[in-house]
Structures are given as C-alpha cells and as structure tokens.
C-alpha cells in the first residue's frame, strides 16, 4: 500500500525567506512522486515531478523538491517565497501499478508581506 | 488550449438523488481520473478511465460509476446522493496511464448535497 505523509497543517513564511514543505512517502517498489498547489475554490495545479536521475528536481515558479530515498522524503522548496506563493500543498505518489495518485491531507502555506 | 473543463462548477442536490458529472480533458490526453476532496481533505482517488474502460477502482461504493467516450471525455455518475457525497470533485486527465506522467487537474465541480 501507498501512503504520504505531510507533518504540518501550516506553514508560515515571511516574503523572501526560504520555504520548505515537508513530505515523506511509503510505497512499495520505485516511487513516482509529485507536488501539486491549490488554490481557494480551484483545482489543483501540477508543480513537478520525481521519477527517476538527478535527486533535485526543478518545477514550476522556481519551486524545486529534493528526493531522499533513505529518508523516504521529497521535501518541496523555494529559496525566496513570495506572497502569491500562498496557497494549499499537496504532496503525491504512485507506484508502479499505474493509476491511482494518493495524496497527503496537504499543507497551507502563509506567506507575510 | 483550454486545459481540463469540469461541468457544472456548482450543483446542489437532494439526498436520495443522482448526479451526473461531466469532464473534457486536456487536448492530446486520452487517461481520465476522478477524485473526490472533501472540505479540509486531500484528494481521494475515485477510478480511472483510459481506453473506455475504467482501469482502476478506489475504495468508493458502486453508487459510484464512470464512462469515458471515443472522443476521450467522461462522466462520473453518482447514485442514492447521501450528505456525506458532498464534496469537490475533481477531473484529471494525463498523456497516458503511466505512472510518471503528470496529471493536470480541472476547477472542479462543488457537489452540495442537502
């Protein structure tokens, strides 16, 4: 069985500091991971995405998210966040057995001007 | 390109009732998914359609059931409506059912179930 874990509710940021949104996974076999954003009364938006090589991977509006395989984590990150960055986190794997994405009880981010 | 359309945005309906949920994908994607977020919740998997079949199946009871049409589009139909089916469901649509490929999300349908 899968499962992701994101250990904050919230996560509060002054603009400009860095950001860091926790996430660690179970999963059986060769994780296939992803952060999405969502926000008020919206969808949820793809960010990026671990598969397989380099363990930094870059995504969208200079999010970047770093695999561990020993700690089971894939923590997302922004090294200057901005107030437009404030929203709702979800974290996501699957594993081999295509289809079904399980999703993390997500994490809010507040950023402060 | 005029991503993933969910339709209606709102609906509201009684328990007892049955809805039906419509989704076109992204242009190029033929792999459909539903989820189901409640208020406060991260996504739930509902099932998956690719070649109009539904490939995949999460813990949700039969009042639950999908299609997916040739032209890749799909419905969600729900049956016997209960409160607990409020909720904002979400359409996903991805390139392919392969587990590393993305899938990108529409607004939603905000189901209210009274």
């Known amino acids: 069985a899968q499962s992701v874990a994101q250990p904050e509710d919230q996560v509060n940021v002054a603009e400009g500091n860095p950001l860091t949104v926790k996430c660690t996974y179970s999963?059986?076999?060769?994780?296939?991971l992803f952060w999405y954003v969502q926000y008020p009364n919206r969808g949820l938006q793809f960010l990026l995405k671990y598969i397989t090589g380099d363990n930094l991977v870059k995504g969208s509006y200079g999010f970047e998210a770093e695999f561990n395989k020993s700690q089971t984590s894939f923590h997302l990150k922004k090294p200057s966040a901005l107030v437009s960055d404030s929203a709702l986190y979800f974290c996501a794997v699957r594993d081999a057995e295509w289809g079904k994405l399980q999703f993390g009880a997500g994490t809010q981010v507040v950023v402060t001007p | 390109d005029a991503g993933v359309t969910q339709s209606p945005t709102h609906l509201i309906k009684t328990r007892g009732q049955q809805v039906t949920l419509r989704c076109s994908p992204k242009?190029?994607?033929?792999?459909v998914s539903w989820y189901q977020q409640a208020l406060g919740q991260g996504p739930q998997f509902i099932f998956q359609?690719?070649?109009?079949?539904?490939?995949q199946r999460g813990n949700f009871p039969d009042r639950f059931s999908g299609h997916q049409f040739p032209n890749y589009s799909s419905e969600l139909n729900v049956n016997a409506l209960l409160l607990g089916d409020s909720a904002l469901y979400l359409c996903?649509?991805?390139?392919?059912?392969?587990?590393?490929?993305?899938?990108?999300f529409g607004q939603g349908t905000r189901l209210t179930v009274v």
């Open positions: 999963v059986s076999g060769n994780p296939y």
């Open positions: 242009s190029g994607h033929d792999t």
């Open positions: 996903a649509s991805s390139l392919d059912p392969g587990p590393g490929t993305e899938a990108f």
């Open positions: 359609y690719y070649e109009e079949e539904e490939r």
